[in-house]
C-alpha cells in the first residue's frame, strides 16, 4: 500500500508473487473498507512509516489482517540493492513483503499507541499555549506597557483585559482555551499514573509525572532494545558518521528516530541538573562543557541519562543514587 494525503495505491500480488490487480482508491475509511471487503483471514499488507499511517494502520489490524510497518530509509536501500529501483511505490512494496525483505519499524501495542497520541496531543497543545503567550508579550511590548505582575496569573489577566486591547484580548481567549483542552488531555492520562515503569521514571530527580509519560510511552518495549546504545540510536542523540578511504569523519547527531524523546531528553537533563546539582550526570556535564563546549555537553550528558533511564526500565527499579546513575 502506497499511502498519500487524498490516495491509496495498492498493488495485490498471488501466491506465486505475479500482479492479480491494482487499485487506486480514496484515502478514506469508507473506500478502505471496500477494498478489504476482497480478502481473507491470513492476507498480509505492508505500508511505508509515514505521517499519514497510524488510522489506516489501526483500522487494518482491527479488521484482523496481519500489517508490517516499513521502515523507509532501510527500505530504500534493500530496494535498489536487490530490485535495483529505489523508486519505492507499492509494487515495490508488495514483491519485497512477498520475499520477506521489509525491513520492520517498529510499533508499539494499541495501549502504548494510544497513551503516545495523548502525551502528543498534550505537547502540541502546550507549544499551541505558549504561542499565544509569546504573541501577549510581544503585544505588551509593542504597546510599550510596562507590568510588574506576571501576566498569566489572574490578578495579570485583570490586568490584560482592562487594557481594551482587541488582539490581547483575542489572544487571551484562545490561550484559555487551549488551557481548557489541556486540563482534559490530564484527565485522559490519569489512567497511566499508575504503570511501575513511569512510577520508577520519576524517582529520578527532575523527571516529573508528564516528562516520565513521554519517555515511557516513546520507547514503548524496552526489550527491543539489546542495549543503552540502541537505545539512544532511536532517540537519534548518536553522532552521524562519514567515511573517506580510511578515514572516518564524526559529524552532529543523526537526528533520526522518536523527535519526540529526543526533545524530552533535553528538557529532562536541564530540569535534572537543578533539582540534582551534585549527581553523577550533572557533574559530568559541568566537566564536559568547560572542554567541549554546551552544546556537545548538554548531548552527551542527555545520552547518560538515557542510559539511566534505560537500566530503570530493564531492571524494573527505581533510580538509586548518583553512582548507579551511569
Known amino acids: 500500500m502506497d499511502i498519500h494525503s487524498k490516495i491509496i495505491v495498492c498493488t495485490t500480488l498471488d501466491a506465486d508473487g505475479k500482479v492479480v490487480r491494482k487499485d487506486s482508491f480514496e484515502n478514506s475509511f469508507d473506500r478502505l473498507q471496500e477494498y478489504l471487503s476482497q480478502f481473507h483471514e491470513g492476507d498480509r499488507f505492508v505500508m511505508e512509516s509515514t505521517g499519514f499511517y497510524e488510522p489506516l494502520y489501526d483500522f487494518i489490524e482491527s479488521h484482523g489482517f496481519s500489517v508490517k510497518l516499513a521502515n523507509p530509509l532501510k527500505i530504500k536501500l534493500i530496494a535498489e540493492s536487490r530490485m535495483k529501483n529505489d523508486d519505492i511505490d507499492s509494487d515495490v512494496l508488495a514483491k519485497l513483503l512477498k520475499n520477506d525483505w521489509i ?19 498534550r505537547i502540541q497543545l502546550k507549544r499551541d499555549l505558549t504561542r499565544m503567550k509569546n504573541r501577549i508579550h510581544f503585544e505588551l511590548l509593542r504597546m510599550h506597557v510596562d507590568y510588574e505582575v506576571n501576566p498569566f496569573t489572574w490578578k495579570g489577566r485583570v490586568f490584560l483585559r482592562n487594557l481594551n486591547n482587541n488582539r490581547i484580548l483575542s489572544y487571551l481567549a484562545v490561550m484559555e482555551s487551549l488551557e ?9 492520562l490519569e489512567r497511566y499514573t499508575s504503570i511501575p515503569g513511569v512510577i520508577n521514571l520519576q524517582t529520578i530527580p527532575g523527571i516529573g509525572l508528564f516528562s516520565a ?20 540510536s532511536y532517540a537519534g542523540m548518536v553522532p552521524s558518521v562519514r567515511q573517506s578511504s580510511d578515514i572516518i569523519h564524526h559529524g552532529r547527531i543523526t537526528y533520526q528516530g522518536s523527535r519526540y524523546l529526543r526533545w524530552i531528553m533535553v528538557e529532562a537533563l536541564h530540569s535534572h541538573m537543578i533539582n540534582d546539582p551534585g549527581s553523577t550526570i550533572t557533574s559530568f556535564y559541568k566537566h564536559l562543557a568547560k572542554k567541549k ?19 530503570i526500565l530493564k531492571d524494573h527499579r527505581p533510580y538509586y543514587s548518583k553512582n548507579n546513575a551511569q
Open 180 to 188: 481548557a483542552e489541556i486540563r482534559k488531555v490530564d484527565s485522559l
Open 293 to 311: 563546549g554546551k552544546s556537545k555537553a548538554i548531548i552527551a550528558a542527555s545520552n547518560k541519562l538515557l542510559k539511566a533511564i534505560y537500566w
Open 103 to 121: 525491513p520492520e519499524s517498529y510499533v508499539p501495542p494499541s495501549d502504548i499507541r494510544e497513551m503516545r497520541r495523548i502525551v502528543r496531543t
Open 213 to 232: 509519560l513521554v519517555i515511557y510511552s516513546e520507547i514503548g518495549d524496552i526489550q527491543r532494545f539489546s542495549d543503552s546504545g540502541k537505545l539512544i
